[in-house]
């Protein structure tokens, strides 16, 4: 038997330009070998010395950390990041997307325009109820898919989901899934089960924080970054994105099921 596990997280929250849900599926044993690497990392975030330093700071800003935030170690970093210098940051990130390349976990990423959703006639919005729940579908769509290279065709085996807590969603979220199974789409799906958790207590919700992060970058700002390209050019990652092209497509899949 082999039991998969998905982790996912958002990126763009109230912004008016992108919301992304991205995250990774794998099977089990993938997992404890990427949580060994990743735990690893975490035990010493302090790579390069710094002779500004004295011993009792140096001592203090390279204890373990609990987590890695994309977002605070972006540019000059924040809090704890800030103070570990670019030098550990870059380290940080680096060695950390390596382990997820490097690892045998298959990644999906899901992202909504906001501009273009905007524009959408009121009638598509009821349907999509928000841009969350509009890419909550298509990941557990998607992650069905990507299973079969782990499962097969005809596995039946259920997928184990844990998104990143977001009160704002999750009883939404918990309601589709609810909703879902009741309308049959379980077995087609492979829905095993749903949880939330935070990022400090799962160390994969850090590495589904990575795709989510650099998924929103790439759509929010023109300059290409070097991530999402090493993410993008090979099979590992994959996504589809609601842009003006997406949600076209999406609008003629909803008036030939007769839901608008």
Not at 13 to 20: D, E, K, L, P, R
Not at 64 to 74: K, V
Not at 164 to 180: D, F, R, T, V
Not at 205 to 222: C, G, I, S, V
């Amino acid at each position: 038997m082999v039991m998969l596990r998905a982790y996912f997280d958002e990126s763009g929250m109230g912004s008016t330009s992108v919301f992304a849900l991205a995250g990774y599926v794998a099977p089990e044993d993938e997992w404890e070998r990427f949580e060994t690497k990743w735990h690893n990392l975490l035990q010493s975030p302090l790579r390069y010395e710094n002779p500004k330093l004295t011993p009792e700071r140096a001592a203090i800003i390279g204890r373990p950390l609990s987590f890695l935030h994309a977002t605070d170690m972006e540019g000059m970093g924040k809090g704890r990041f800030r103070a570990l210098g670019q030098q550990n940051r870059d380290y940080l990130i680096a060695t950390s997307v390596r382990i997820i390349r490097h690892s045998g976990v298959l990644g999906i990423a899901s992202a909504v325009i906001m501009p273009e959703y905007e524009r959408l006639d009121e009638s598509v919005k009821r349907v999509i109820e928000s841009p969350y729940l509009l890419c909550f579908q298509h990941v557990i769509a998607e992650v069905a898919k990507r299973a079969r290279a782990f499962l097969g065709e005809d596995h039946s085996e259920g997928i184990a989901y844990v998104f990143e807590q977001q009160p704002k969603w999750q009883s939404e979220a918990n309601g589709l899934w609810i909703k879902s199974v009741e309308q049959g789409y379980k077995k087609k799906y492979r829905m095993g089960s749903v949880t939330f958790g935070e990022k400090k207590d799962c160390l994969p919700l850090q590495a589904a924080d990575r795709n989510a992060f650099e998924t929103y970058q790439h759509f929010a700002n023109p300059v290409r970054r070097e991530i999402w390209s090493l993410f993008m050019s090979t099979s590992q990652h994959t996504g589809k994105y609601f842009n003006k092209a997406g949600f076209g497509s999406f609008i003629e899949q909803l008036k030939k099921a007769g839901k608008v």
